[in-house]
């Protein structure tokens, strides 16, 4: 009985083993897209002056938080100037943009997938929670026996990690539409793709908006961990840090990722707060036209209760 040992482990191994060998073409394939994408987003990040990036960040975080997210932000990026972590923070955002953009391509579908279809949900779920509870380690193994060393398997363990969450606060907002709301637009004869495009996906998106803050913020965890591959940037600082047991070059590489992930985190949470209130006032004009009671029979109305037909 002690003998006894179910041979996961080497299954999975074997089977890494014949993707690489059956589908190398295709593998090379999707690393030089993703390295060409990355390559380009870290050349306009890195391009223009640092000056010209504080800008336009803090333009973003007047527009739509204030002048006090403005300031914070020019303070925040000017500390990464100062302590010589520009470079290196310009490509871990640019890793971040990349696998965020691809998580957020893949998992706002695959949401809304799960929220139509109760069967598709039940197959999606078991997948998410095993993704979500697996960890983050475990992903880069088979990313750099696929993809090589480099940023590439770097970016594709990210977008393994950080799906979940868009899925999840997808389906979530979708199904927490009013359903009468709903059946209101099936009443009118919109199709199902007009009643997703014009009820459905309007009404979640604050709670969509919620997930893609959480697919960046995840996307962002995993910039340490994707340096240990040679993914560049601030993780390999970190690395080296931890190799050199070098204090001072970890905190300044630690506090470069947590002034990026405070504004991101922020600018998301004000984006989604601006599509809240872009919103609001359409609801407002629905709801009473919606909600008002219809003329009730005559014989009825003596007995029935104030906006029974609510």
């Known amino acids: ?17 014949v993707l690489t ?10 690393r030089f897209v993703l390295l060409a994408l990355y390559d380009a987003v870290e050349f306009l990040l890195l391009s223009p002056p ?20 403005a300031l914070g932000t020019i303070v925040g990026l000017l500390v990464i100037v ?18 965020s953009a691809i998580a957020i391509a893949i998992s706002v579908p695959l949401g809304i997938i799960a929220a139509r279809s109760d069967r598709s949900s039940a197959v999606i779920r078991p997948i998410l929670d095993f993704l979500q509870t697996m960890p983050a380690f475990v992903y ?13 398997p770097g970016i594709v363990a990210t977008i393994v990690f950080a799906l979940a969450p868009g899925v999840r606060f ?59 591959v040679g993914g560049g940037g601030l993780g390999s600082d970190v690395v080296q840090a931890l190799s050199r047991i070098d204090v001072a070059l970890g905190f300044e590489a630690g506090l470069a ?7 991101l985190d922020r600018l998301t949470a004000a984006l ?32 029935a209760p104030v906006g029974a037909s609510v």
């Open 1 to 17: 009985m002690t003998d006894f040992r179910l041979p996961l482990g080497d299954i999975v191994s074997e089977g890494i083993d």
């Open 21 to 30: 060998e059956s589908l190398r073409p295709v593998f090379d394939l999707i």
């Open 50 to 69: 640092f000056w010209v990036i504080i800008l336009i960040a803090a333009g973003l975080a007047y527009f739509v938080k204030g002048w006090k997210f």
């Open 82 to 99: 100062g302590v010589n972590q520009w470079d290196n923070a310009m490509a871990s955002l640019a890793l971040v943009l990349v696998a």
């Open 140 to 152: 880069l193994v088979p990313a750099l026996i696929l993809f090589r060393i480099g940023v590439v």
């Open 170 to 228: 997808t389906e979530l907002g979708i199904r927490g539409v009013d359903t009468e709301v709903v059946e209101a637009g099936h009443a009118f004869g919109s199709s199902p793709w007009r009643i997703l495009r014009q009820i459905q996906l309007p009404l979640a998106m604050p709670t969509i908006m919620a997930g893609i803050n959480q697919v960046i913020m995840l996307s962002l965890s995993m910039v340490v961990i994707a340096g240990l």
């Open 257 to 263: 990722v947590v002034i990026i992930a405070i504004y």
């Open 272 to 303: 989604s707060g601006k599509r809240r209130k872009m919103w609001t006032p359409w609801r407002r004009k629905v709801t009473p036209t919606e909600t008002a009671p219809s003329p009730a029979p005559a014989a009825a109305t003596k007995d």
